[in-house]
């Protein structure tokens, strides 16, 4: 039995807190090179989020490839028992897209330190400059396709009545005011939430307590499929995880989105 097991998806700083030893644990830190090499949770790996990203334009943020996500689990010490908990200091933007990047490899032993490296130092929590090392046995993995939508899926989608697009770019971005891409605007029928939106400023960005209600005033609700994105699936990475954190049973990442969307020829657009 993990010492995880009883705990929802996502967590607190004492729940972490009191686990930090516990052998099935890969902690995983999501800020940046100089934040991590200044002081992170006790015992974390640092993974660059550029890793969780392909990096090639149109669409940077589509999946990395096979043998590049093998090789960041193989460092990690990714085995079929590990719980990852998964944190970054912008409110969950790339451990959600860590989390995503679990599910695309068919591992759900996952939770989310909720505000994550913020909230821990709220507490006054103790930080650690120790590195632990890579681990470099060889690791196969078998890629899930289910929590991804490509652009094809998504466009076949279109106007379906169990569908429903969470935009979750700048209010800008949505309009068409702000151009990313060769085409300005939104996806037709998407609805704009902001990802910032979804975090409480009072709470060391936690997720909102009523976020179930401000999803459902906007038609996002668990009876649809929801698809999110944003420019590259790094603001969407916080939706995806909220999406999944409040139980929706069909919930996938377009993880081209409008870096793909807005540069194809063949795609619409709603301003």
């Known amino acids: 039995m993990t010492a995880f097991a009883a705990l929802p998806l996502v967590i607190e700083p004492a729940d972490l807190a009191s686990r930090l030893t516990a052998p099935e644990l890969i902690l995983v830190d999501l800020t940046s090179t100089a934040r991590y090499a200044a002081g992170h949770i006790p015992g974390a790996r640092f993974v660059d989020p550029k890793r969780t990203q392909l990096g090639l334009p149109p669409a940077p943020g589509l999946l990395p490839e096979r043998r590049q996500l093998e090789q960041l689990f193989a460092e990690l010490g990714h085995h079929p028992d590990a719980v990852y908990v998964v944190y970054d200091d912008e409110g969950g933007g790339w451990a959600g897209r860590f989390i995503w990047l679990l599910d695309v490899i068919g591992h759900h032993r996952y939770h989310y330190l909720d505000g994550g490296l913020l909230a821990w130092l709220a507490e006054g929590r103790p930080l650690s400059t120790e590195q632990p090392a890579a681990a470099s046995a060889p690791l196969s993995l078998t890629l899930d396709d289910s929590p991804s939508a490509t652009r094809e899926y998504l466009q076949s989608r279109l106007g379906a ?12 971005e949505y309009r068409g005011e702000k151009a990313l891409a060769a085409k300005a605007g939104h996806i037709p029928g998407a609805v704009n939430l902001e990802w910032t939106a979804g975090m409480d400023r009072a709470r060391a960005l936690r997720i909102r307590q009523d976020m179930p209600a401000l999803l ?16 590259t699936h790094h603001r969407s990475g916080f939706t995806y995880l909220v999406a999944k954190a409040l139980g929706y049973p069909r919930v996938k990442a377009y993880a081209g989105s409008w870096g793909e969307w807005g540069n194809h020829p063949d795609t619409p657009v709603e301003r």
Do not use: M, V, Y
């Not at 009545?161 to 800008?172: C, G, K, V």
């Not at 459902?216 to 420019?231: N, V, Y």
């Open 216 to 231: 459902a005033s906007l038609g996002l609700t668990a009876d649809k499929e929801i698809i999110t994105h944003c420019q």
């Open 161 to 172: 009545a169990d569908l429903a697009i969470w935009d979750a770019r700048s209010p800008a």
